[in-house]
T-cell receptor
Framework: DVKVTQSSRYLVKRTGEKVFLECVQDMDHENMFWYRQDPGLGLRLIYF???????EKGDIPEGYSVSREKKERFSLILESASTNQTSMYLC???????????FGQGTRLTVV | AQTVTQSQPEMSVQEAETVTLSCTYD???????LFWYKQPPSRQMILVIR??????QNATENRFSVNFQKAAKSFSLKISDSQLGDAAMYFC???????????FGKGTKLTVNP
């Protein structure tokens, strides 16, 4: 079974903190994605990566950065967390062939 | 721009009946894939059905089928013989082959009434 694992299911951070959300996949997939999910807004793409050290901005990259030093790991970084970044964050991975995405279980981040 | 539009925020259906969820997309690529994912209260995203754009035949997976209208850029999901376990958020997605970008719509919340 393909596994995409997010480091935390629930996370509470303070305003101004630097926050790391980690995602690891075990299927040697080339592509990895970070989304945030908010009621009424659906899944919005923050950043994605199609190879190690490669990254592309999604539709809402402001306030976020990413890191992909190894193929299996894709990190989302909130440099200075703000309350409007309180949300559900979902990570996904997919192979180049097949074009099929597998998702992690999500991290519900609360910034207070 | 690559966009996916789901115009029905909520839908409801009686158990054993049929329901259709709508999705339109806008992509400039010729190589793309369309998906429907289901998200139950557990939050885990589950693939329901997938359609390759170059295939004319509509995809089918048991009780789930799609109506893929390429010229109209429409990709609706039909659920037949609805079951209580079908209740979930449903997201339509578009994967562009050139950019490797995967985007989703805002979702449709499906309620199944016993």
């Amino acid at each position: 079974d393909v596994k995409v694992t997010q480091s935390s299911r629930y996370l509470v951070k303070r305003t101004g903190e630097k926050v790391f959300l980690e995602c690891v996949q075990d299927m040697d997939h080339e592509n990895m994605f970070w989304y945030r999910q908010d009621p009424g807004l659906g899944l919005r793409l923050i950043y994605f990566s199609y190879d190690v050290k490669m990254k592309e901005k999604g539709d809402i990259p402001e306030g976020y950065s990413v890191s992909r030093e190894k193929k299996e790991r894709f990190s989302l970084i909130l440099e200075s967390a703000s309350t409007n970044q309180t949300s559900m964050y979902l990570c996904a991975s997919s192979p180049w062939t097949g074009r099929l995405a597998f998702f992690g279980q999500g991290t519900r981040l609360t910034v207070v | 721009a690559q966009t996916v539009t789901q115009s029905q925020p909520e839908m409801s259906v009686q158990e054993a009946e049929t329901v259709t969820l709508s999705c339109t997309y806008d992509t400039s690529e010729s190589d793309y894939y369309l998906f429907w994912y289901k998200q139950p209260p557990s939050r885990q995203m589950i693939l329901v059905i997938r359609q390759e754009a170059y295939k004319q035949q509509n995809a089918t997976e048991n009780r789930f089928s799609v109506n893929f209208q390429k010229a109209a850029k429409s990709f609706s999901l039909k659920i037949s013989d609805s079951q209580l376990g079908d209740a979930a958020m449903y997201f339509c997605g578009d994967f562009q082959g050139g950019s490797e970008k995967l985007v989703f719509g805002k979702g449709t919340k499906l309620t199944v009434n016993p």
